[in-house]
């Protein structure tokens, strides 16, 4: 009989290896503005969107619309991809008015190959991550770590709705300390939050949904494509059973600025959602796809960095920070005396009301797309039902403040931390690590370097043992990237059946055989 015995081990059972990724640099951004030609096509968005990458970008673009665009604001310019998101303004708590905040560094977009066989976007393809109207978290105690993703399955939190609510993430900046893990916490941390503990600002990040069924989009934008079970890695649905590229995006803003220091006030999404629950992000890939796949099969250096292509490398130049930032799109006539960056607005442009939940927000009177986007954006649960757990609402307070600087700041290497379990960051409080005071009353002036990877140690074995995938984890130290594989020990013990058969006449000779079992530990640790 085999008997199957798991050996778990902390840090010290862990075993690292390295997915192949890039992280697609988009410095510049093509426009600010009520566009979004996914949840609106053809017609004005109800809320306003930061957008990257082609100005073929428009109310109606297609995909031959972002093909063709005259430039991108990518550094790899056959990117004519286009990657957008709700825009983050600060709402001042005396006057009431919005102020957009500064962004920093543009958006990164890593393109995480994960899975077997990942396949590049096909012409037309479009999809959303997010829920617009979202502003509940239905997953227990949103101000409590994550479980460990080995636990997810049995906690019944793996349908496409729990998933879709792990794919965002709030990250506090502070480079004087060690880094929080991406998608470690799930919810708009509010401004005392920040004024104590982000003193770099806070990088809002977005993982979207690799598994696909073969259609190039579907008709509510969602359900053509679903997350595999771990959110990046994972088992994807029968359902789904093809894998895309991973996309990821990272978005930094300068909540930290100093025309932000001692004001009261909140940070709200363009979408109206100071909670963050709603958050959300659209891509339209506009890649030939014949390229694409080349640089999905050759860019797989371990450092990520698009310079360590030779495909987009030879295919260049690469474009500067100057070149990325002169690209832009036309801006409708529609929105021609509209100003999304302008100061001291007396609303979100669109009027978007400010809507904190718990319950679903609800699309202004009138908006008839809007209307049918708050059908779409519950789709969320039409693989395995909703969450089973109850609903933590996150309480916010009414405040704000005004903001004077949009202009793009140099460009901020990435730091991808994937944070698998509680155990990645102990929290010590429920506000996840909350400072009493202001750690820093300045905003920090020096930019990390753009990480590096090394790679993996050489892992080995013994007969009988195997190691199962429990979940992944990634760590920037510095400048450099790893990316951790936590895997349990199985060892197969075989246990022999004896059999004692008595000769009558002989006496019985009694046997014994031991049983012994090998319990082995394997860690690997980067220098």
């Known amino acids: 009989m085999a008997l199957k015995v798991f050996f778990v081990f902390a840090l010290l059972g862990i075993i690292q290896a390295v997915s192949a990724f890039w992280r697609m640099e988009c410095h510049g951004r093509t426009g600010v503005a009520r566009i979004d030609p996914i949840m609106d096509a053809g017609i004005i968005s109800p809320h306003t969107h930061v957008v990257h990458g082609s100005s073929g970008f428009s109310v109606s673009a297609t995909f031959d619309d972002l093909a063709g665009g005259s430039c991108t604001s990518c550094a790899v310019k056959q990117d004519k991809s286009a990657y957008w998101t709700p825009a983050l303004y600060f709402q001042d708590g005396e006057t009431g008015d919005f102020d957009i905040v500064p962004q920093v560094g543009g958006m990164l977009s890593y393109y995480l190959l994960r899975g077997e066989n990942v396949t590049a976007f096909p012409p037309g393809f479009q999809m959303v991550s997010g829920s617009n109207y979202r502003r509940a978290y239905t997953l227990g105690d949103v101000k409590s770590p994550d479980p460990p993703q080995s636990d997810w399955a049995a906690l019944k939190q793996t349908s496409q709705s729990d998933l879709e609510q792990r794919a965002i993430g709030f990250n506090c900046l502070d480079y004087s300390k060690a880094p929080e893990g991406s998608l470690y916490r799930h919810f708009l941390p509010d401004k005392a939050f920040q004024d104590a503990n982000c003193p770099d600002g806070i990088r809002i990040e977005l993982a979207f949904p690799s598994c696909w069924n073969g259609e190039a989009k579907a008709d509510d934008h969602k ?55 709603g958050y959300h992000g659209d891509f339209m890939s506009g890649w030939d796809v014949d390229f694409l796949q080349e640089a999905i099969d050759t860019c797989t250096n371990e450092s990520g960095s698009i310079r360590d292509c030779a495909l987009f490398v030879d295919h260049g130049p690469l474009q500067d920070d100057a070149k990325q930032n002169d690209c832009s799109f036309d801006v409708p006539a529609a929105l021609a005396h509209e100003d999304s960056l302008a100061l001291n607005l007396k ?29 779409t954006s519950m789709l969320g649960d039409f693989f395995g039902g909703a969450a089973t757990t109850t609903s933590s609402a996150l309480s916010t307070s009414s405040t704000s403040a005004t903001s004077t600087s949009t202009s793009l700041a140099p460009a901020l290497g990435g730091a991808f931390l994937e944070s698998s379990s509680a155990s990645a960051v102990e929290a010590t409080s429920p506000d996840f690590n909350v400072q009493a005071v202001p750690t820093s009353t300045a905003t920090s002036s020096s930019l990390p370097a753009a990480p590096t990877t090394t790679s993996a140690p050489v892992v080995t ?12 984890q990634t760590i920037t130290n510095g400048a450099q990237v790893e990316e951790i594989v936590w895997k349990e020990p199985v060892l197969y013990v075989t246990e022999d059946s004896v059999t004692t058969v008595t000769v009558p006449g002989a006496k019985p000779e009694r ?13 690997g640790r980067r220098s």
């Open 511 to 523: 046997k014994l055989r031991p049983r012994h079992a090998h319990q082995h530990g394997h860690h």
């Open 223 to 277: 359900s053509h494509m679903a997350y595999p079970d771990l959110v990046q890695d994972g088992n994807c649905p029968d359902s789904h059973p093809q894998r895309l590229v991973t996309l990821f995006y990272e978005t930094i803003w300068n909540t930290a600025d100093k025309q932000f220091k001692g004001r009261n006030g909140r940070f709200v999404l363009s979408n109206g959602d100071p909670t963050g629950f």
């Open 347 to 375: 609303n979100l442009p669109g009027n978007i009301q400010i809507q904190a939940g718990p319950q679903s927000a609800t699309p202004a009177a009138g908006n008839v797309a809007s209307a049918i986007s708050v059908a």
């Open 461 to 472: 074995s013994e007969p009988g043992l195997v190691y199962e995938i429990v979940s992944t």
